[in-house]
């Protein structure tokens, strides 16, 4: 008996000292692993940390570099505009370029906030103040362009009311006289000033506006006959005379082209035609001077051949 029990003893043994045998050799070799790893990798996330830095640092400095680029364009294109603004622009509305000392006013930009933040980043403060810069240059062009916006206005204005066409179409025009200065009057047999151009015509032929304007006077006189004076603004005046009927009255606004009368024969005249005068501050003009800006070549060698065959006036 004390034979077997000593041999079951030594068969049972103690159940946690043999699991305790088993697991140490298998999981040692793992624990092994894993310190070596941490000492090897632990070291290194400083390094891993530096180098996204560096990928964002690098990233930075490309989007700033786009940035920089973008700037030049931007700088090169309001030097062009600039350009364009004093040597075409103010050219063709005969004003002079921008005086320097207004460009240069705004070359300072405007302070949106307290630039010393940036005094440990040099780069980004030297783009902010040309950016500022080209800010202050670009609302001096903003401006200037507003202010060729309102003189092409007025220049357009006072273009459309300028006397500029023929008051009747070449195509019922019979003949042109161009009677304008000192001749020998039809009816009163004497020399006078003649102060305007006669042009034949059929009666009841349109008679146009030759540019945009107020009806000062749409009556008859003695000698005009029935006769219709535009004031045209910008110290133009134009008169339409011995005209069979009028079709505007005192006070109203026409438009260039627009028919205001019919030709006739009323007044000191000896045939049916249009005695028509231009009138610049206070000053009669050769009205042939005005003639020639809405006419095709054709229309003016037209106009030349009609009034080549006699120089006399017909009022």
Do not use: C
Not at 61 to 67: F, G, I, P, S, T
Not at 211 to 217: A, F, I, Y
Not at 277 to 290: A, D, M, T
Not at 299 to 306: H, S
């Amino acid at each position: 008996m004390k034979q077997g029990e000593t041999r079951d003893k030594t068969s049972s043994g103690d159940p946690a000292k043999g699991w305790e045998m088993i697991r140490w050799p298998f999981f040692a070799p793992a624990f092994l692993i894993a310190l070596f790893l941490f000492l090897i990798v632990n070291p290194n996330f400083d390094s891993i940390k530096d180098t996204l830095l560096r990928q964002e640092n690098q990233s930075l400095r490309a989007e700033l570099k786009a940035v920089e680029d973008r700037m030049h364009r931007s700088a090169d294109d309001l030097n062009k505009l600039i350009e364009k603004d004093d040597r075409n622009y103010r050219t063709i509305l005969d004003t002079g370029p921008l005086p320097i000392d207004i460009r240069t006013a705004g070359s300072g930009g405007r302070e949106k906030f307290n630039v010393s933040e940036l005094k440990n980043h040099p780069a980004l403060h030297q783009h902010y103040m040309v950016l500022s810069r080209l800010q202050g240059r670009l609302e001096v062009e903003r401006q200037s362009f507003e202010n060729l916006l309102d003189l092409l206005n007025k220049k357009l204005n006072m273009w459309s009311s300028r006397p500029a066409i023929q008051p009747i179409s070449n195509k019922h025009l019979k003949q042109l006289h161009l009677s304008f200065g000192t001749r020998f009057h039809p009816i009163y047999k004497v020399m006078r000033a003649h102060r305007g151009l006669d042009l034949a015509a059929r009666k009841g032929t349109p008679v146009y506006a030759t540019g945009d304007g107020t009806v000062l006077r749409a009556n008859t006189s003695g000698s005009y006959g029935r006769v219709i004076y535009l004031d045209h603004g910008h110290g133009y005046e134009t008169r339409y005379a011995h005209l069979s009927s009028l079709r505007v009255a005192e006070g109203d606004s026409v438009k260039r082209g627009q028919v205001i009368g019919l030709v006739g024969n009323t007044g000191t005249s000896l045939s049916a035609h249009l005695h028509y005068e231009v009138i610049y501050r206070g000053k009669h003009l050769n009205p042939i001077n005005f003639f020639q800006r809405d006419l095709s070549n054709s229309e003016y060698e037209r106009l030349i051949e009609l009034s080549a065959a006699r120089h006399n006036a017909l009022d």
